[in-house]
Structure formats: C-alpha cells, structure tokens
C-alpha cells in the first residue's frame, strides 16, 4: 500500500513570489494536515483538511492557505514568500477526523521549501 | 492549550543497550492520544507506538515500549536491544480533541557501534 506522498521534494522561491505545496494521502484517507518543521521552531500545526473541508486552523497568517480535493488530495498555498517561510512542510493523512485510533496521523516525507 | 516537553535534546546509547527517551505533557482534557514518532535523517516521519490515554496498559510494538503514568502526564518511550537504525530524531506528540498533533521539540539518538 502506498504510503503517503508529497510533491516536490524541493522548492526554491524567492521573496515575495508564490508556493504551491502537493500532498496525496494514504488510499482511503480522509483527513489531510499539514505542519511546518522550521529550524529552531519545531513542528508546528498548520491546517487540517477532512472530507474537502477546512476544520481547524494553526496560528499562521492568511498567506498560508490551501484546499482538498474530491479525491482527498491537498495542496498548500503559500502567498508572498518570506525568508522565514524556508522549513521543511510535512503532510500526513488519517482514515478519519472523528476521534479514535482511526485518527492517527502517517506523515509523508515533505517538501523542502527555501525562500531566497 | 496542550503542551509537550522532551527534556533531553540528545541522548547516546550503545548498540544492543536499552535507552530511555522522557516525555511530560499539560493538558485538561481527559480523552487524548500520545504518540512516539521517528525521525531519521532522510526526514520521513514515521510512527512508532501510540497509547490511549483511557488504556491503563503500556503499549508494546516489539523492542519499543512506553512507560504512559496518567497523573503524572508523563510518556516515556524505552527502546530495548538498540540497533543502528535506530538512531534518529525521536520525537513525542499529543493527540486531543482538535485533532492536531502537538510536538515536542525533540530527542536526538545517536547509537554507538
């Protein structure tokens, strides 16, 4: 079974222009989250997505925005690019967003976006 | 809001060796899910064991165990017979009603030949 998966692997933009970040999840996954490993921040809650649907939200600015999709695909949007916008965006998936074991998260392997 | 602390930033141990990883959390909610998951340098996240708050028994997956104490909020990870791939990020997180993961910041494992 294919796990989660992510694209591109690299990003390299530079100030001000705009990232689109790609994320399929596990087969029969619903749920889609995504979370940004910036250095010296750790990892931090971004978006989660469940069934086309944003339910919940982390504490970054409107620039960062995305969507799914009917297939339950998610892309992330990052508008006007700055430096400390570079980390390392990780994707995971989840059978469901209800609570329970179905809730645990299987993460994909990120894209590296730099901001120059 | 949730919190979670690893206290050890690094920690060795040599190969075959058991290691011990800490792990507190603060939370008021009684229904939750903590996790341990494995970050090697290839940069994949991978799950490594879950505990349900609501279980009292530790949970088990081969030569990784937890040490879960509901009171005390704290969640310890000890990895038995400790191989080269091993090594990696380690990292502790919190599951509760918003669904989100809360990290800690982190544990690095290296393992000794």
């Known amino acids: 079974e294919a796990g989660v998966t992510q694209s591109p692997t690299h990003l390299i933009k530079t100030s001000g222009q705009h990232a689109t970040l790609r994320c399929s999840p596990i087969s029969g996954h619903t749920s889609v989250y995504w979370y940004q490993q910036a250095l010296g921040l750790g990892l931090q809650f971004l978006l989660w997505?469940?069934?086309?649907?944003?339910?919940n939200r982390g504490n970054f600015p409107p620039r960062f925005s995305g969507r799914q999709f009917p297939n339950y695909s998610s892309e992330l949007n990052v508008n006007a690019l700055e430096l400390e916008d570079s980390a390392l965006y990780l994707c995971?998936?989840?059978?469901?967003?209800?609570?329970?074991?179905?809730?645990?998260?299987?993460f994909g392997p990120g894209t590296r976006l730099t901001v120059l | 809001a949730q919190t979670v602390t690893q206290s050890q930033p690094e920690m060795s141990v040599q190969e075959a060796e058991t290691v011990t990883l800490s792990c507190t959390y603060d939370t008021s909610e009684s229904d939750y899910y903590l996790f341990w998951y494995k970050q090697p340098p290839s940069r994949q996240m991978i799950l490594v064991i879950r505990q349900e708050a609501y279980k009292q028994q530790n949970a088990t997956e081969n030569r990784f165990s937890v040490n879960f104490q509901k009171a005390a909020k704290s969640f310890s990870l000890k990895i038995s017979d400790s191989q080269l791939g091993d090594a990696a990020m380690y990292f502790c997180a919190y599951q509760g009603g918003s669904e989100k993961l809360v990290f800690g910041k982190g544990t690095k494992l290296t393992v000794n030949p």
């Open positions: 997505y469940d069934e086309g649907e944003e339910r």
């Open positions: 995971a998936s989840s059978l469901a967003g209800t609570g329970g074991a179905e809730d645990t998260q299987y």
